[in-house]
């Protein structure tokens, strides 16, 4: 959560604006360490508090950094660093890319993130080149930035040039640059840096990155490795949320519901699990599909815009071709999208939902197989009318098949992964969803209303 901030400054006169002028505010990390938050750097967009740290405004998020690390920083200062460095972009050529290698170098910690955060990325890096028969400034900059700079540069502006660098063609400067960044970030500010670079908004997320714009296995690897070690000593303490779609999140071939249903109380659920008994940080969420994906991340991009529509942001791990030929593989798929997953992040622990109709439930036995401790149950949704003893056998391995989501937040409760509140919650959202249900017939909807007032009397006995 980001600290709390004091602007304090002499007033100006009417019609003029103020002087930025600020005073810390200081809190100490999980260590016991003192250091300024970061309100520039928050790791909960989709809730809101900021936008993604790819998207320009670094001038206003460099002055509220400021107020949080005592510097005094005049405003129209910065501004006018900022209109001199575009026109040295717009200059280009080798004497306005030394005097813009110059002016970064001179910058102050708030006056470069606040420059970094608001120029345009791709147009600074484009028009820096190494020469072939001079300098190589387009080196001496990733170096500055990736290397000299980089204890001085925001978690929300690292993100943003790992976002820069990511998108076209990576070639082995970029890759060396996007391994320095990761590398000289460790701790709990990794998992924050990781998590920052994960809530893209298209298919460029951190598995995309890793696993298929590094071209290098030397480099993947140096990152992977970096990320193990550091998990080590700087467990989360929370869990990501990993889902299927179809017929978990909403019906596809379950006939319980009219077509394409949102279940009731699927986005509630997901939010408790997200955010645990506690407060933790939104943005866990991790679809894992069947859908086949393409190099394009086209259908990844439909994906998240379908989930965008009903209100849903979330990283989406696909399928492939080969994977959906039977239900062997496409559990065999998502059991590599986890595996992918884990590794990027390993301080996490993970719980997965799915349905009984798809392969899911041998995805679930293998990640829990694999990851013991790390992976503590799953939750699957009935769409086949599992038999009573099935569903107990299945409860003996951990695996918990379901109804109602509200069922599934009070075996959550029990397990200890959502508050009592969350239930509550749940069953709140998932009878105003049901009251929206547009449902085919009668006979239908009583059925389903019925179901879910029998899952609601057992959570709210179990909540008392």
């Not at 709990?188 to 590094?214: C, F, G, P, W």
């Amino acid at each position: 959560m980001a600290g709390q901030s004091g602007a304090v400054g002499p007033s100006a006169p009417a019609g003029q604006a103020a002087p930025v002028t600020t005073q810390a505010v200081v809190q100490a990390d999980p260590a016991g360490n003192e250091r300024a938050s970061a309100l520039d750097t928050p790791d909960r967009y989709d809730a809101g508090v900021a936008p993604p740290p790819w998207q320009k405004g670094g001038l206003e998020r460099g002055l509220a950094r400021a107020a949080t690390t005592g510097a005094k920083v005049e405003r129209a200062g910065v501004e006018t660093q900022l209109g001199a460095l575009n026109a040295l972009i717009i200059e280009g050529g080798s004497a306005a890319e030394k005097k813009i290698l110059a002016q970064l170098r001179a910058a102050s910690a708030v006056e470069l993130n606040a420059l970094v955060g608001d120029v345009s990325l791709h147009a600074l890096f484009d028009v820096i080149e190494d020469h072939f028969l001079g300098p190589k400034n387009r080196t001496a900059l990733f170096h500055m930035l990736a290397r000299e700079r980089l204890p001085d540069l925001s978690l929300g502006n690292r993100a943003r040039i790992v976002r820069e660098l990511q998108i076209g063609r990576t070639g082995s400067l970029s890759e060396e640059t996007i391994r320095d960044l990761f590398l000289g970030t460790t701790g709990r500010e990794l998992t924050q840096l990781k998590n920052l670079v994960d809530a893209s908004d298209d298919y460029h997320d951190l598995a995309e990155l890793i696993y298929h714009d590094i071209d290098s296995d030397e480099i993947r690897a140096a990152i992977i490795r970096h990320i193990g070690v550091q998990a080590q000593s700087c467990p989360s303490g929370e869990l990501k949320v990993l889902s299927d779609i179809d017929d978990t999140f909403y019906t596809w071939k379950d006939r319980g519901f009219p077509g394409k249903t949102l279940y009731p109380g699927v986005k509630q659920f997901y939010t408790e699990l997200d955010q645990g008994p506690g407060e933790g940080r939104l943005g866990d969420l991790v679809f894992i599909t069947a859908r086949p994906g393409d190099r394009p991340g086209i259908v990844e991009n439909l994906t998240r815009e379908m989930l965008r529509s009903h209100g849903v942001r979330a990283t989406v791990l696909t399928g492939d071709l080969a994977s959906n030929v039977s239900n062997d593989h496409i559990a065999a798929k998502k059991v590599e999208n986890f595996r992918e997953l884990q590794q990027l992040f390993p301080e996490y622990s993970y719980v997965f939902i799915g349905d009984s109709g798809q392969g899911d439930i041998k995805a679930s036995q293998s990640m829990m197989k694999e990851q013991p401790a790390g992976v503590p149950c799953s939750f699957i949704h009935d769409v086949i009318d599992m038999p009573p003893e099935r569903r107990a056998a299945l409860l003996q391995e951990n695996v918990f098949v379901f109804d109602s989501y509200v069922d599934a937040a009070a075996e959550a409760f029990r397990r200890g992964l959502i508050s009592r509140e969350g239930v509550a919650r749940v069953i709140t959202g998932a009878e105003g969803d049901m009251a929206r249900v547009h449902f085919d017939n009668e006979a239908q909807r009583q059925a389903r209303q019925r179901e879910l007032a029998e899952a609601v009397a057992r959570a709210r006995q179990l909540i008392q």
